[in-house]
T-cell receptor
Framework: NAGVTQTPKFQVLKTGQSMTLQCAQD?????MYWYRQDPGMGLRLIYY???????DKGEVPNGYNVSRLNKREFSLRLESAAPSQTSVYFC?????????FGPGTRLTVT | AQRVTQPEKLLSVFKGAPVELKCNYS??????LFWYVQYSRQRLQLLLR??SRESIKGFTADLNKGETSFHLKKPFAQEEDSAMYYC???????????FGTGTRLQVFP
């Protein structure tokens, strides 16, 4: 039982490049989330998906897109990366109130 | 608007000292409150939720609706408690968690 997995663990991009962060959960949870974690800012919600086929904006959605591919997978895409998107990204899924987090992706945009 | 405030960015104590990490929230209804912990190089994990009213690793937290607070307490800190602690709020009947900015707890030997 892997829980929530994320790939890649680390990534360096140049400004303007695009990439997709992958997330999968094997706990049959309906809700999935993408957060970014920045020093002094805590965890900020980028997008979430309450169920397969639905997505909603969170607190900081600009510059990102998401896809809920199926119940297991929820990907986050940066179409044109900017230095302000340098951060640690966490995926999470939720069941009965508790959120389960992935290990994070450390992204640096130069 | 829903908001979670953790006023301390850093809290440093010596081993054996009492610890209190503060959390205040703003929400007009009945929230569900959580404490999450992130140890060095590990993922975030749930420490406590107010509805379970249990003690985990010696930590307790009581929801005070009058003061809109959910402070995390431990009577005797241990070095292994050193971590980042996040308070979070879930509004009734929503899927979203609102996190505070976190407090880093350092416990010195």
């Amino acid at each position: 039982n892997a829980g929530v997995t994320q790939t890649p663990k680390f990534q360096v991009l140049k400004t303007g490049q695009s990439m997709t962060l992958q997330c999968a959960q094997d706990m049959n949870h309906n809700s999935m989330y993408w957060y970014r974690q920045d020093p002094g800012m805590g965890l900020r919600l980028i997008y979430y998906s309450a169920s397969e086929g639905t997505t909603d904006k969170g607190e900081v959605p600009n510059g990102y897109n998401v896809s809920r591919l199926n119940k297991r997978e929820f990907s986050l895409r940066l179409e044109s990366a900017a230095p302000s998107q340098t951060s640690v990204y966490f995926c999470a899924s939720r069941d009965l109130g508790e959120q389960y987090f992935g290990p994070g992706t450390r992204l640096t945009v130069t | 608007a829903q908001r979670v405030t953790q006023p301390e960015k850093l809290l440093s104590v010596f081993k054996g000292a009492p610890v209190e990490l503060k959390c205040n929230y703003s929400y007009s209804g009945s929230p569900e409150l959580f404490w999450y912990v992130q140890y060095s190089r590990q993922r975030l994990q749930l420490l406590l939720r107010h509805i379970s009213r249990e003690s985990i690793k010696g930590f307790t937290a009581d929801l005070n609706k009058g003061e809109t607070s959910f402070h995390l307490k431990k009577p005797f800190a241990q070095e292994e408690d050193s971590a980042m602690y996040y308070c979070a709020l879930s509004a009734y009947n929503t899927d979203k968690l609102i996190f505070g900015t976190g407090t880093r707890l350092q416990v010195f030997p």
